[in-house]
């Protein structure tokens, strides 16, 4: 199929109003919950491909593929990059189109119908992926189901309750510890704020937040009345100081300041990191040389984060250890390889096929430059580079890790073409042959002077190759015999804690037996049972004989 048409099609073909404009409200409401249900079996339609490609491409080998990147990792790299989207991103999608066919297909069928949005639809795969009993699974997906289905409205925590109490019925094991699931799942995140600012989140146990806070805030207190700055941004700077090891210090200004010294015994004080007493990190920003001579207002680049204002690259020019290194600031032609090797670039090509790329070259993959590799995109060629493969801006392209061995390792392949106007223009070629476009925004937008640097054609002959071939890393087991073990773990550690939980209430009840065969006229409270639960003595009393409260 071609490019889409969707804009094509009439709105009445597909229930919608043929002109919305002067619609009665009620219409117009009921015109909006019609598109989204429409959604809804767009993305049934989508999970509906990812299945049959997974049955092409992974299921025959998937049993005994104990490669790193494995079949269902090149089956997710072709959605990613038809998508757009990250290689993780697709492996979820793959993950939950093959749990809707196998284990929740009248789940499936209620997204078809609109029953139900793709988030909820990851709400109940995600809440019973650990009934793995067929017979189970059909029943809880029937139970989800008819739920579903009765009418009523949806959200979020009544979904999940609704989730759990079925599954809970069925197969108390397959409920997720949610505390253990809670501390697992704790992470560290980048977020790209606005104005060239950012949030970096963590979640952590709620003691190791407390402790953090006040270490932060222990910090953060030692200025004198006079710090200009308010106590959230001393906070902000407290923790940037305590993670780099940075001298604390009052911004008062002023020679009297009777702030406390940091550090002093009482005061926290940076942790050695093993390893980095000799080490610096290095922050890449981009920018033309008339902003950094204060002459222009174009905006700049801070490689993992983006564009930043002209403003903001002069101040974080005007930081103590900042290096700049102008990179064509003539006409003369810059060498494009090391003078030992025409395999690897200069630095001068590094920087520019770096600044040129932005981001990892495979549409969908975000990964900044500076942590990417850098592809050539034909291999070189060590015994004749004429052939091909070289080391020139026109042979080479930032790729992170896992998209450049996608590249090595499978049928995957690049192109990379110079434009007459000297705009670098990419794209990725499938193992079938479906070609996907390239990012569309690249620095050669941000940054056009970046086609006027010229380099040298490598001369000199390469250094004898490498006899040794690249070989493709490989796993313990396979993915799938990886899932299955991580399900079992966890079935194991619930179906312990209900053990655990039923001998708690075991001694509980015999030290109450006890209890009260000491003092027959005492008087206790054994909580409210359920009525439709409550079993023959549950109320310490016969069924036939009236409660003593």
């Excluded at 019609?34 to 767009?42: F, R």
């Excluded at 029953?115 to 795969?125: D, E, F, G, K, M």
């Excluded at 008819?146 to 949806?154: A, D, I, V």
Aim: glycine share 6%; charged share 25%; proline share 8%.
């Amino acid at each position: 199929m071609g490019t889409s048409s969707w804009s094509a099609v009439p709105a009445a073909a597909v229930g919608l109003l043929a002109d919305p404009v002067g619609a009665p409200v009620n219409d117009l409401l009921l015109d909006m919950k019609h598109a989204a249900a429409g959604q809804s079996y767009l993305e049934w339609v989508r999970f509906q491909r990812a299945a049959e490609l997974h049955t092409q491409l992974v299921a025959p080998d998937e049993a005994n593929d104990k490669r790193r990147l494995d079949a269902l990792s090149r089956c997710a790299t072709r959605i990613a990059v038809v998508h757009s989207i990250p290689q993780s991103t697709a492996e979820r999608l793959v993950d939950t189109s093959i749990a809707l066919r196998d284990r929740l297909p009248r789940v499936s069928d209620c997204l078809r119908d609109g029953l139900i949005t793709v988030q909820q639809v990851r709400t109940i795969v995600e809440r019973t992926d650990l009934v793995l009993d067929p017979d189970l699974q059909t029943s809880v997906d029937g139970d989800i189901a008819s739920t579903l289905r009765r009418g009523g409205s949806w959200s979020t925590p009544r979904m999940r309750d609704m989730i759990d109490r079925i599954v809970f019925r069925v197969d108390p094991a397959a409920v997720r510890a949610r505390r253990a699931r809670a501390r697992d799942a704790r992470g560290y995140w980048f977020e790209r704020g606005e104005d060239g600012m950012a949030t970096v989140n963590s979640s952590m146990t709620a003691e190791n937040a407390i402790a953090l806070t006040r270490r932060i805030a222990q910090l953060a207190s030692c200025v004198c009345r006079d710090d200009p700055r308010t106590k959230q941004a001393r906070g902000s700077e407290a923790l940037f100081c305590l993670a780099m090891g940075v001298a604390w210090e009052c911004q008062c200004g002023s020679a009297d300041c009777d702030a406390p010294p940091v550090p002093e015994p009482a005061a926290p004080a940076p942790r050695d990191v093993p390893g980095t007493s000799n080490t610096t990190t290095v922050i890449h920003v981009l920018c033309d040389l008339e902003t950094a001579a204060g002459d222009g207002e174009h905006p700049g680049f801070l490689d993992g984060y983006g564009v930043v204002s002209a403003d903001h690259v002069r101040e974080m020019m005007s930081e103590p250890g900042t290096k700049i290194r102008p990179i064509g600031a003539d006409d003369a032609r810059l060498p494009s390889t090391q003078p030992s090797d025409p395999y690897r670039p200069s630095t001068a090509l590094d920087t520019v096929i770096r600044a040129r790329g932005l981001y990892c070259d495979i549409p969908g993959c975000n990964q900044p430059a500076w942590r990417c590799d850098l592809d050539h995109t034909d291999e070189y060629d060590h015994e004749n580079p004429e052939r091909g493969g070289q080391t020139t801006p026109a042979g080479l392209g930032p790729k992170c890790r896992f998209h450049h061995n996608v590249k090595t390792f499978s049928d995957f392949l690049d192109t990379l073409v110079i434009g007459d106007d000297g705009r670098a223009e990419t794209s990725i070629v499938t193992p079938e042959g479906l070609i996907a476009p390239g990012p569309a925004f690249t620095g050669d937008d941000l940054f056009p002077s970046l086609r006027d640097i010229q380099f040298e054609q490598p001369t000199h002959a390469p250094p004898p190759a490498d006899s040794e071939p690249d070989i493709e890393p490989t796993r313990r087991r396979t993915r799938l015999e990886e899932k299955h073990a991580r399900r079992r773990n966890e079935r194991a550690e619930n179906l312990q804690k209900i053990a655990d939980d039923a001998a708690a209430a075991e001694i509980a009840a015999a030290e109450f037996e006890a209890k009260a065969a000491n003092d027959p006229d005492g008087i206790y409270d054994l909580g409210r049972i359920p009525e439709s639960e409550a079993q023959p003595g549950d109320h310490g009393f016969d069924d036939d004989s009236d409660p003593p409260f």
